[in-house]
């Protein structure tokens, strides 16, 4: 047999086996990403000091919002100064959404600016 054939054949093998080794270790690096993303996401939730039922809400809100339904219209009642359903909460904080997302967002910059000066 020709013996450039053989040495063609060797190198096809040899980067086939690169390929798998490749292809796992991008799934790896895929799967740690995606955990990485997810824990970042529940810090940043964990963040805000605001009600389950009232992120719910946000939460639902931002997602009309970005698929551009019209946003309802949140009269602020007395006993409902959060704009969410549900009132206040229990511990008699009245934040609004915006207020805890904004505070949210600072806590989440000053952890990037804190991985930044590492």
């Known amino acids: ?6 040495k063609i054949r060797d190198e096809i093998e040899k980067i086939k086996v690169k390929m798998n080794r490749g292809q796992l270790r991008l799934r790896e690096l895929e799967k740690q990403l995606t955990d990485l993303e997810n824990a970042d996401i529940v810090a940043a939730v964990r963040g805000v000091d605001i009600a ?3 992120l719910a809400a946000f939460v639902q809100m931002f997602k009309d919002k970005q698929q551009g339904a019209a946003l309802p219209d949140l009269a602020i009642a007395d006993d409902n100064k959060s704009g969410f359903p549900g009132g206040s909460q229990a511990d008699g904080k ?4 915006d207020a805890a997302l904004h505070e ?3 806590r989440q910059n000053k ?5 930044d000066s590492i």
Do not use: F, L, Q, V
Request: charged share 45%; net charge negative; hydrophobic share 15%.
């Open 94 to 97: 009245t934040d609004s959404a």
């Open 111 to 115: 952890y990037n600016d804190e991985e």
């Open 52 to 54: 389950p039922d009232e």
């Open 104 to 106: 949210g967002k600072n």
């Open 1 to 6: 047999m020709n013996p450039r054939i053989e």
